[in-house]
């Protein structure tokens, strides 16, 4: 969606309410419930699941210019399925469930623009089950390229923050990520570097 069509005043217009969030915090527990959607204008946020040996998986990352929260508010199901944690220094409104549909009945074209990136959200999430359900994570990895790169056949993707970011996507470890990469190499499948990986 275009940055033009929500942004805090807008949100704030509506009954929103703004802050700004320090890198480490936690916004809302695991299991809290959900009753207000968010929307980040700068930063990122992440939802983290955390497992009952410890380990945290993170399900879902959250960019600039994107809501968080939409489809558990509007779902039977309220509660946060992971924590959501400030990724990097953040700025985060909240607004209600009724002040929200307030807003988009009151604008079609925020509305539009709405429908359109919760459309993109659901594609994002089934191509993320999808990529999950892969046997390899040789395979894992070349799904997660092909995604990224669209038409393309070829061509570079930028490593999603860093590789241990990208291996909590595909839902390894790090190490076992590293590995899999220097054979892809080795087999002149990809290259890669620091920031970005070339699928050749």
Known sequence: MERSLFGIDLLTAYGGRTACVRKGAILFLQGEACVEIGYVSEGRIEIRSSTPDGREWQIQSVDPDAFFGDVLTFSGEQRYLGNVVVATDAIVTMIGRADFLRLLSGHPELLE???????????????????????????RILFWLGWRLGDARTG?????????RLAEMLAVERPSLSRELAHMKKDR???YSRTEITLL
């Open 113 to 139: 623009a709405y429908l359109s990136a919760l459309g993109r959200k659901t594609f994002d999430i089934k191509q993320q089950v999808k990529m999950l359900s892969l046997p390899s994570l040789r395979s």
């Open 189 to 191: 499948l990809l290259d």
């Open 156 to 164: 570079s993707v930028a490593i999603p923050g860093t590789k241990e």
